[in-house]
């Protein structure tokens, strides 16, 4: 019923920014919660940032004035912009989309990830 397409991984070098897209679509009355995750290889799935459907932002500590999350709820997308990036932020990154589907029903989706390399 919904479709989520991730979009903007790719292989960087430390300080370099990326900007990462997720754009839902479907039988979609509306969107709750956006956030992005990511996994490291080898390590569990872990909150990087989320954004209520009223714009209010959470970020984990270790991406904290360097990523912003925002969306464009006329368009279905969350985005992650990625600034300063590090070695560290290695990892698959995965949008996750809290949506109230046509029938009023609620669902969470993820998407198929993207991989953001960054080397030293």
């Known amino acids: 019923q919904v479709q989520l397409v991730e979009s903007g991984g790719g292989l960087v070098q430390a300080g370099e920014s990326l900007r990462l897209s997720c754009k839902a679509s479907?039988?979609?009355?509306?969107?709750?919660?956006m956030a992005w995750y990511r996994q490291a290889a080898g390590k569990q799935r872990d909150l990087v940032a989320a954004?209520?459907?009223?714009?209010?932002?959470n970020y984990a500590d270790s991406v904290k004035g360097r990523f912003t999350i925002s969306r464009d709820n006329a368009k279905n997308t969350v985005y992650l912009q990625m600034n300063s990036l590090k070695p560290d932020d290695t990892a698959v990154y995965y949008c996750?989309?809290?949506?109230?589907?046509?029938?009023?029903?609620?669902?969470?989706?993820w998407g198929q990830g993207t991989q953001v390399t960054v080397s030293s």
């Open positions: 479907g039988s979609i009355f509306g969107i709750n919660a």
């Open positions: 954004i209520t459907s009223g714009g209010s932002t």
């Open positions: 996750n989309l809290n949506v109230l589907l046509s029938d009023r029903t609620k669902y969470n989706y």
